[in-house]
């Protein structure tokens, strides 16, 4: 119980450390590099939405080359794996299917680590219009996808999807990189989130498209359904459909290639990692439009107190920032993806997409692309943009945290009852909390896993331990594109897609994710809180090795009310 005596302790305590870290953060901007404390206390201005927009349509690419494949694999199936004589329409081989879902995620976890230590060593500018370029030529490419026979043509599409993976995983820690040490401190979290946040527009783009090309070519070629004759239901014209919906892809990345290019290098590169006081000095002159003054004699003491990567002091620093934003990353992207590439599985075994056999090929395209559609415009493209709006109030930290909670919630909530849901009076439920738990994914760890990384790193490793951190996710979304892909098979062997074994069932697959998710919960403790924090200061980059390691120790105590 607490006594007065007590209560008067923590308050003079309270009041001291308040008072410390305002004169910590005095000191701070006092010891740092004039040009960084003026990226810092900048206004927001146009160059910031220049700099969200070029960036952003980077992952507004990668998101549509990402999640477009889902929407064309029963074409694929129907397309290259038809079978004579079979009850339902041709489906691709589970090793096809986790091959032609998996691929590009492969490719983008290597070049997440790849270009994410790159761009330390390069710098971010000289390398990011190497993954623009690397997306927009295998963009068009898998979709001229070529081959004399079904292995042909699924072969020659895998290869050019790991190359645009790999260009994807570039764009990860690059984006996210610049725009964090373009950002002002007060909406920094805004910013980088709001660059994610295109990812959004990118899986809503994607059904958009797919639900034009297919109505389009839906129209012009009438074709009979499959149980009514299985070989007219897929026409010879069937085979541009997938391909123009891939091919798409390239058309923003290559409209900001230019402006890429045209972007300076970021100021904390230039003159904390390329030691060039002046050339920052100038550069972000004429980006602030203010005269900046050049502190070339400061350079090398803000640069002196470095480590590499793989040292002792490393590991005391942001071994567990390190640790905590990667397993985060990780159990998060083993539910996100498995749920974003098979919910036309999952909308099937509920019955919102009617059977196969009751379509065309090219129709069953359109079911599939509105069904997305509609749960990325109601759930997934407004979670991103509650996180851009609260993130910088609320923080990132309680942002992760509650979106780990609600995920598990609604992931029991669908798995617990399940049959309940696959009662057709019941399918409009089954959607709503589908929709919730994209919801708070979006609004929560799906976005609050690739703003942190990007902050509280120092400047000569921000880039790669982005890069580490986003490839850990990677690693979890090939365990959820695989092991969904097996799993999420009904327990029937009847029941289950050709060449499939039988798995656990939607049920426990969902039951499966919510323990995952629950996971999440506990990691995110690791992760510390940046908001209205410089990254010099958040990293603790300039300071004295004692008082930084201090400082984190204090920061890592997760404090409860009483």
Same mark, same amino acid.
């Given at each position: ?8 302790? $923590? ?19 006092? !010891?740092?590099?004039?040009?960084? !404390? ?15 927009? $070029? ?11 990402? *999640?477009?494949?889902? %929407?064309?694999?029963? /074409? ?25 879902? #998996? ?12 270009? #994410? ?28 996808? =070529? ?12 290869? =050019?999807? *790991? ?20 950002? !002002? ?134 071994? %567990? ?10 159990? /998060? ?40 559609? /509609? ?15 609260? $993130?910088?109030?609320?923080?990132? @930290? ?41 919801? =708070?994914?979006?609004?929560?760890? !799906?976005?609050?896993? *690739? ?58 697959? %969902? ?7 629950? =996971?999440?919960?506990? @990691?995110?403790? %690791? ?36």
């Amino acid at each position: 119980m607490l006594t007065f005596v007590d209560l008067q302790d $923590i308050i003079v305590q309270e009041f001291k450390e308040g008072w410390s870290g305002k004169l910590r953060n005095l000191m701070m901007a006092g !010891n740092q590099l004039g040009v960084l !404390n003026a990226l810092d206390v900048a206004k927001t201005q146009w160059y910031h939405f220049t700099a969200i927009i $070029i960036a952003g349509m980077g992952f507004f690419t990668d998101a549509y080359d990402l *999640f477009s494949i889902s %929407l064309v694999t029963k /074409l694929l199936g129907r397309i290259y794996y038809h079978v004579d004589g079979a009850e339902k329409p041709g489906n691709l081989p589970p090793n096809v299917a986790a091959a032609v879902n #998996g691929v590009a995620f492969c490719g983008t976890l290597a070049g997440q680590l790849f270009f #994410g230590w790159l761009g330390d060593k390069l710098g971010r500018k000289h390398v990011y219009g190497m993954t623009l370029m690397l997306m927009v030529i295998c963009s068009i490419a898998s979709g001229l996808s =070529f081959g004399h026979s079904a292995k042909g043509v699924i072969a020659t599409l895998c290869f =050019f999807r *790991f190359w645009l993976g790999f260009g994807i995983g570039g764009d990860y820690p690059l984006s996210a990189t610049i725009m964090s040490e373009y950002a !002002n401190k007060k909406t920094r979290g805004a910013f980088i989130a709001a660059v994610f946040a295109m990812q959004g527009f990118g899986i809503l783009t994607g059904g958009i498209v797919a639900l034009i090309v297919s109505a389009a070519f839906d129209h012009a070629y009438h074709a009979p359904s499959y149980e009514l004759n299985p070989v007219a239901s897929t026409v010879p014209e069937a085979d541009y459909v997938w391909r123009i919906i891939l091919m798409f892809g390239s058309v923003p990345a290559a409209m900001t290639y230019y402006w890429r290019m045209k972007m300076p290098e970021t100021a904390r590169y230039t003159a904390l990692i390329a030691k060039n006081a002046k050339q920052a000095a100038s550069d972000m002159s004429k980006v602030l439009q203010v005269d900046v003054l050049a502190e070339e004699s400061r350079v090398e003491h803000e640069s002196s107190n470095s480590f590499g990567l793989f040292t002792k002091k490393f590991v005391r620093r942001h071994g %567990l920032h390190l640790l905590g934003t990667s397993v985060c990353w990780f159990l /998060l992207d083993i539910g996100y993806y498995s749920s974003n590439l098979f919910q036309k599985d999952i909308f099937s075994s509920i019955g919102w997409i009617p059977p196969a056999k009751t379509m065309n090929a090219i129709h069953e395209v359109y079911l599939v692309a509105r069904a997305q559609t /509609l749960i990325a415009l109601c759930g997934t493209v407004p979670g991103y943009w509650f996180t851009v709006a609260l $993130i910088d109030y609320i923080g990132r @930290f309680a942002i992760q945290l509650m979106g780990f909670f609600f995920m598990t919630v609604f992931m029991f909530a669908l798995a617990i009852p399940y049959h309940h849901w696959t009662k057709r009076s019941n399918r409009i439920g089954f959607l709503v909390m589908y929709s919730l738990t994209f919801f =708070f994914a979006n609004f929560g760890p !799906n976005a609050t896993t *690739f703003v942190v990384p990007a902050e509280i790193f120092p400047a000569r490793l921000r880039s790669t331990c982005h890069g580490i951190s986003a490839a850990a996710g990677k690693a979890g979304a090939i365990v959820g594109a695989f092991g969904f892909l097996y799993a999420a098979q009904s327990t029937d062997p009847s029941q289950t897609d050709a060449g499939y074994p039988p798995g656990i069932g939607v049920k426990k697959s %969902l039951i499966v994710l919510g323990v995952v998710n629950f =996971f999440g919960i506990l @990691f995110t403790l %690791l992760v510390p809180e940046a908001k209205g924090k410089s990254l010099e200061e958040i990293s603790g980059e300039n300071e004295d090795e004692d008082v930084v390691h201090d400082q984190q120790q204090a920061s890592s105590v997760r404090t409860l009310p009483l």
